[in-house]
């Protein structure tokens, strides 16, 4: 078993829609979640943190999680062609430190 | 804003070389790691540092790889005899307690 599973995609919205994003983990002892955004060719950029169950927003972005059921989601409103890009899930046991485990990615495109 | 630079962008080497790959992260920062994605595939880690030593290292980070940190603002990764395998983007990051880890923009690596 993976222990971050991503849809590898490619998850196809218009414009102006909303693009959701999922992520399963399999060790239940995680404590920190992450979402990545990566261009092609280029590094990892941070886009949100979640570390309680909930929901968690920050502009147009919104990251839920669910530790019951090991999952985490991103939730992007008003998608633009900008954020055409691979969105990486990534989860660790600790805090900031500990090293990050990462999903395959999802890619998204944003078509006008 | 800070960020976390890397020297060199791309590396071309034969196989049997040694090379290094320098970082510099965030000044306060004070956790650094060294993650690499090969083509098409996921971010994987390598290994972790902190107070002068390796708190971490994955099973990639084998006896052919070493880290340093050799003054108070560079941090290296050394791959003392490359493999072809050994291609692939390899990103610097750091981090502290309270913040999570930033990526620099990596180094890519091409062992012919």
């Known amino acids: 078993q993976k222990e971050v599973e991503q849809n590898s995609g490619p998850l196809s919205v218009p414009e102006g829609a909303i693009a959701s994003l999922n992520c399963t983990y399999s060790?239940?002892?995680?404590?920190?979640f992450f979402w990545y955004r990566q261009y092609s060719g280029k590094s990892p950029e941070l886009i949100m943190s979640?570390?309680?169950?909930g929901d968690k927003e920050d502009g147009r972005f919104t990251a839920q999680l669910n530790k019951a059921s090991q999952y985490v989601s991103l939730l992007i409103r008003d998608s633009q062609p900008s954020d055409s890009a691979t969105y990486l899930c990534?989860?660790?046991?600790?805090?900031?430190?500990?090293?990050?485990?990462f999903g395959t990615g999802t890619r998204l495109q944003v078509f006008p | 804003e800070p960020e976390v630079t890397q020297t060199p962008s791309h590396q071309v080497t034969q196989m049997g070389q040694e090379v290094i790959l320098r970082c510099v992260p965030i000044?306060?920062?004070?956790?650094f790691y060294w993650y690499r994605q090969i083509l098409g595939q996921k971010v994987e880690f390598l290994v972790s540092?902190?107070?002068?030593?390796?708190?971490?290292k994955s099973e990639i980070f084998d006896d052919q790889f070493s880290v340093e940190r050799p003054d108070g603002s560079n941090f290296t990764l050394k791959i003392r005899s490359t493999k072809l395998e050994d291609s692939a983007m390899y990103f610097c990051?750091?981090?502290?307690?309270?913040?999570?880890?930033?990526f620099g923009p990596g180094t890519r690596l091409t062992v012919l």
């Open positions: 990051a750091s981090s502290t307690p309270t913040d999570t880890q930033y």
């Open positions: 000044s306060n920062h004070l956790y």
């Open positions: 990534a989860v660790n046991r600790g805090g900031n430190t500990d090293k990050l485990i």
């Open positions: 979640i570390y309680s169950n």
């Open positions: 060790d239940r002892v995680s404590q920190s």
């Open positions: 540092f902190y107070n002068n030593e390796i708190s971490e």
